[in-house]
């Protein structure tokens, strides 16, 4: 048997990697085909080209590779075919996916996408893109699966895969240290400079309020560590952490850029501030598009703000500093906010379902 797997983002190489994992324990002899990172080779993959590659954020940024888009979709098309796959799993990654799920249907090859694009966010037809295309659609909200269903699109909640790992599902505080504030600013080299200058600043602003505050940064595997070379240009206390759920488990407080991070927070109990930050163009034509009240992952499954958001100029240093100063110092509001977090463990509850066993009663 063979599946052609793409996941572009390092989120979906991990949520990929454990779902290639389950259908490998139902039938050790599955052959994967695709686009995938560290974790999906792990499982055997052997991809057409690295994650880190096509991992952008932005209309400009894929404007500026679009031949590079291009000439993989039809790699990926040509090895479809030649390769004569069973069945087609898209992990999230909309822009390139979507477009190879419309090649699969039209080819009669099976689409079971992971992990739906939020199109319930941009605009109001962006559904339709879906519709005809897919076989089953494998969502991680429990409001998605209504939404997708009332527009004729077989969808399953099937519980978020953050929870298939046991880290998300610890309550332990014991390890909090109370003067250490976390920054995470992204798994994209691009994005990581952008925001790091910001969170330099607002730590600086910080430091100088209470010199005894230790700063923590999560440096993803998939950038260049040399970035954070600038933070010996500043004389606060630092350190870096390989592992951003340790940091999440370790720190008092901390700020995050907005996306999987914020419920990564959320789920391990860290108090917090989120941030988006981008280009004047990126954030123009992604506000004509965005069809949110919120754009924080928590703040959207609660319906309400439980998570300050701060967007492009009101994401100042002097305000993030303001803010997270309040916070630490005000026991009450981080109380209220760590109840609004069990609320929002509690609708994630994992489903039970499983996605491997319906994919390969497919695919047989």
């Keep these: 048997m063979k599946i052609f797997i793409v996941a572009g983002e390092p989120s979906g190489d991990i949520h ?3 779902l290639m994992n389950k259908l490998k324990a139902i039938n050790p002899d599955i052959k994967f085909l695709g686009i995938g990172g560290k974790q999906m080779e792990h499982q055997g993959l052997k991809s057409i080209i690295s994650v880190e590659k096509i991992s952008v954020v932005g209309f400009i940024e894929v404007i500026k590779r679009i031949k590079l888009f291009l000439d993989l979709k039809k790699q990926c098309q040509k090895i479809m075919l030649d390769e004569k796959v069973n069945c087609f799993i898209p992990v999230d990654y909309p822009g390139f996916n979507i477009k190879l799920a419309k090649f699969s249907k039209q080819n009669n090859i099976p689409v079971f996408y992971y992990i739906a694009p939020q199109v319930w966010a941009w605009g109001k037809n962006r559904w339709k893109n879906l519709q005809n295309i897919i076989t089953k659609l494998f969502v991680v909200f429990p409001f998605e699966e209504k939404y997708f269903l009332e527009r004729n699109i077989d969808a399953k909640y099937v519980g978020h895969p953050l929870l298939l790992n046991s880290v998300f599902n610890q309550q332990d505080e014991t390890n909090k240290d109370n003067n250490l504030i976390a920054f995470f600013p992204g798994s994209r080299d691009h994005e990581v400079k952008k925001n790091l200058n910001l969170f330099v600043k607002t730590a600086k602003i910080i ?4 010199p005894d505050l230790t700063f923590g940064f999560a440096v993803s595997d998939n950038v260049n560590y040399k970035i954070f070379d600038v933070l010996k240009n500043y004389n606060f206390k630092y350190e870096l952490f390989n592992s951003s759920t340790e940091l999440m488990q370790k720190a008092f ?6 996306g999987t991070t914020t419920l990564e927070a959320t789920l391990l109990n860290m108090n917090m501030i989120a941030v988006y930050k981008t280009s004047f163009t990126h954030y123009w034509i992604g506000k004509k598009l965005v069809n949110l009240k ?3 992952l928590p703040n959207i499954l609660a319906n309400k703000e439980i998570v300050p958001e701060f967007i492009q100029k009101f994401a ?3 305000v993030l500093a303001d803010t997270i100063l309040d916070y630490i110092s005000n026991s009450e509001k981080c109380n209220k906010q760590k109840k609004e977090y069990a609320k929002i463990r509690a609708i994630l509850i994992d489903s039970k379902y499983d996605i491997a066993e319906e994919i390969l ?3 047989i």
């Design 316 to 318: 100042t240093p002097t």
């Design 361 to 363: 009663s497919y695919c």
């Design 16 to 18: 990929a990697a454990k």
């Design 207 to 210: 430091h100088q309020n209470n």
């Design 253 to 258: 407080f901390g700020i995050a850029k907005l």
């Design 294 to 296: 919120y754009l924080a």
